[in-house]
């Protein structure tokens, strides 16, 4: 799933993790809590994903990585992101 290519209006919340190279949201879920953070389900099995960015599309394991909650962002129109604006960002520790 593309991130910029979501509708405008969409409020809903998607679970996800962040991909390790680029360190954009890879989601693989609609969040059925709303965002509010209760947990409804565990997960069983391996969870394997691959980034959906063109210029990344890093495969790898997630079982153990925290999982989070993402909600759309709005965006301008005719903007786009791109991988090259996420490794200017410093990621918090």
């Given at each position: ?8 209006a ?42 959906t ?7 790898a ?8 909650r ?24």
């Amino acid at each position: 799933m593309n991130v910029s290519s979501w509708p405008k209006a969409d409020k809903q919340w998607y679970l996800g993790v962040r991909c390790r190279r680029c360190h954009l949201p890879i989601l693989f879920a609609v969040d059925r809590s709303g965002g509010s953070g209760k947990a409804n389900a565990s997960f069983a099995g391996r969870l394997v994903l691959t980034c959906t960015m063109e210029t990344c599309r890093y495969r790898a394991d997630y079982t153990n990585a925290a999982v989070s909650r993402f909600q759309k962002e709005p965006i301008k129109p005719n903007e786009t992101r791109t991988n090259d604006e996420s490794k200017s960002r410093k990621r918090k520790r």
